[in-house]
T-cell receptor, first 114, second 113 residues
């Protein structure tokens, strides 16, 4: 079955630390990849997305993600986190079997301490 | 531009009842998708509507249904509610396809007693 895995369920960092959140998917065809973020008490919002082209994608608030097709991965990175990055992060993929439905990972809760 | 709005924001029902949730997409958006969010299962795709037609469907029982009106507003209905239907139901709208950026609403928190 098509699936999206986020192996880090809960990450705790100090401010200025570097962040990498893993995301893997199980499908060998063409996919579109997304990272969404949900800040406490706020709606889900798009951080960045990859459809094609340069596999290194830059998003809002200094986030970036790298698509590695051979590893079926789309990891999210930020060189230096801030307290305001405390949130839940969701990886999502669509294009499985040529449908548009968006499949989400289970999410990673990030806590950043000052 | 106003964002995606969902009504009601909170709902308490009892087992066996039915419920209808409403979603108004961003003006000009024609695709509306629904998701169920629970602590155990995360975000799961329910269905997507475009031009009043269901275009994609997730793996939920037939008790979950939806529709879209000519103004792109959408409703979802859950019949014969079960305790396990307690969840946050999120609606997202996009311009044409769900590959376009999806904008999410605040959700409707449904509690089934």
């Amino acid at each position: 079955a098509q699936s999206v895995s986020q192996h880090n369920h809960h990450v705790i960092l100090s401010e200025a630390a570097s962040l990498e959140l893993g995301c893997n998917y199980s499908y060998g065809g063409t996919v579109n990849l997304f990272w969404y973020v949900q800040y406490p008490g706020q709606h889900l919002q798009l951080l960045l997305k990859y459809f094609s082209g340069d596999p290194l994608v830059k998003g809002i608030k200094g986030f970036e993600a790298e698509f590695i097709k051979s590893k079926f991965s789309f990891n999210l990175r930020k060189p230096s986190v801030q307290w305001s990055d405390t949130a839940e992060y969701f990886c999502a993929v669509n294009g499985f079997g040529n449908t548009d439905k968006l499949i989400f990972g289970t999410g990673t809760r990030l806590q950043v301490f000052p | 531009k106003a964002g995606v709005t969902q009504t009601p924001r909170y709902l308490i029902k009892t087992r066996g009842q039915q419920v209808t949730l409403s979603c108004s997409p961003i003006s000009g958006h024609r695709s509306v998708s629904w998701y169920q969010q629970t602590p155990g299962q995360g975000l799961q795709f329910l269905f997507e509507y475009f031009s009043e037609t269901q275009r994609n469907k997730g793996n939920f029982p037939g008790r979950f249904s939806g529709r879209q009106f000519s103004n792109s507003r959408s409703e979802m209905n859950v019949s014969t509610l079960e305790l396990g239907d307690s969840a946050l139901y999120l609606c997202a709208s996009s311009l044409e396809r769900s590959t376009d950026t999806q904008y999410f609403g605040p959700g409707t928190r449904l509690t089934v007693l």
